[in-house]
């Protein structure tokens, strides 16, 4: 264990005391719950890792924003310092609020593509995909291959293959390439990073074809911080100045604030050119699906915690102790020969299942396996990144076969100390030990036609 814990930046000023219930009652629960870790109840759940989306703690500044929020219908002054916090650190000319990362996505989207089209990513995460999907149109993934072996540490496993993207653009004629979009970190490859080199590149083809594109920005911070230390260039720039150098690249980016922004709700669209004539269209689908253009479905406190936590997610002390959380417990897995999506990314281990249950096979979701264990085990709470939430091809209905079984450990921003990390780590440690034991996954009992993973009903296999 070479790896030390980076102590926290901040002191605790309140508390939310959690509880662990028996293994006996962890049992029962997870029955009750279809063996779905949505359908737990929060109280039921000792260390809750589903998601580092809206479950950070916010900051004395943020929390006494809270308070000073406007609330305004029109025009509420803490609008306007959401737009020049969004200008200033993007420097795009437009920033519309909306309620989440895919409200973004149905509002920006659902004003460029159209049935036929056909939109190209490294990555597309789940919401984004399915936005892609109800416009009607096709989503393609094409991310390097070395994200797709998670032993291979590469620095940037959360680039675009840029050529095979040309390939495809070309194969289906790039007037049918609605929109390129760049997924920055690369969620659904392990948080993996994407260098500013590939982005420049992207963004060259996407010039050349005259196809937009768009950068789905949830973690814009923890990308930049990772080029910082891993791409030459970087090395001396501010977080600040990467960031603008990433979003010089796109003409329009979505994102989910309830990520690197450090709060609990919120979302952002951005146009880089004023004069662009998706800005008007973007106001028409805002003001019907999210409300005004001046508060696009938040409270004012909402749009002025946002515009504090725009600025606290660049400190660059927060992201070393952030990443520092990642790589203290990837050490332990390391020691204990456990494999996960590495070198790791930056907002959560993303365990290899496929290694833990070499015997199950993706129609039967070694990742839920490993989290229905997680839970089981020590009252913690992850979720697959495989083929459950994959899903079925929308053509042909068949389950599809991800590229990887990863059990996900996303680590809320601000919430977690050491000794919790040392849990985590000792419960995978537990359970790879008898891994071997476990003979069979889960089936689908019932699911909804998109999105399933979020409702689904499983039961165990049993042969
Ligand atoms: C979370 C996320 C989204 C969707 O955002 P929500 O706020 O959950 O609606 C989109 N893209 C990426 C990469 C994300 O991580």
Known sequence: MAVKYIPEPFRIKMVEPIKM????????KIKEAKYNLFNLAGQDVYIDLLTDSGTNAMSDQMWAGIMRGDEAYAGSSSYYKLLEAGKDIFNYDYIQPVHQGRAAEKVLFGAMLVPGKIAISNMFFDTTRAHVELCGARALDCVVEEAKDPTKRAPFKGNMNVEKME??????????VGLVVMTITNNSAGGQPVSVQNIREVAAVCKKYNIPLNID??????NAYFVKLREEEFKNKSIKE????IFDCGDMFTMSAKKDTIVNMGGLIGV???TSPLILLIKARCISFEGFTTYGGLAGRDLEALAIGLYEGLDENYLKYRIGQMEYLAAHL???GIAYQSPVGGHGVFVDAKAMFPQIPYYEFPGQVLAVELYKEAGIRACDIGSYMLGNDPDTKQQLHAEFEFTRLAIPRRVYTQSHFDIMAEALIAIKERAHKIKHGYKITWEPPILRHFQAHLTPVDK
């Open 21 to 28: 219930l028996t293994q006996k009652e962890r049992e029962q």
């Open 167 to 176: 390939k495809t653009i070309l194969q289906y004629g790039p007037e049918n």
């Open 217 to 222: 920005a949830a973690r814009y911070a923890e």
């Open 242 to 245: 990467i960031i603008r150098a």
């Open 272 to 274: 880089k050119d004023a």
């Open 334 to 336: 390391d020691d204990a």
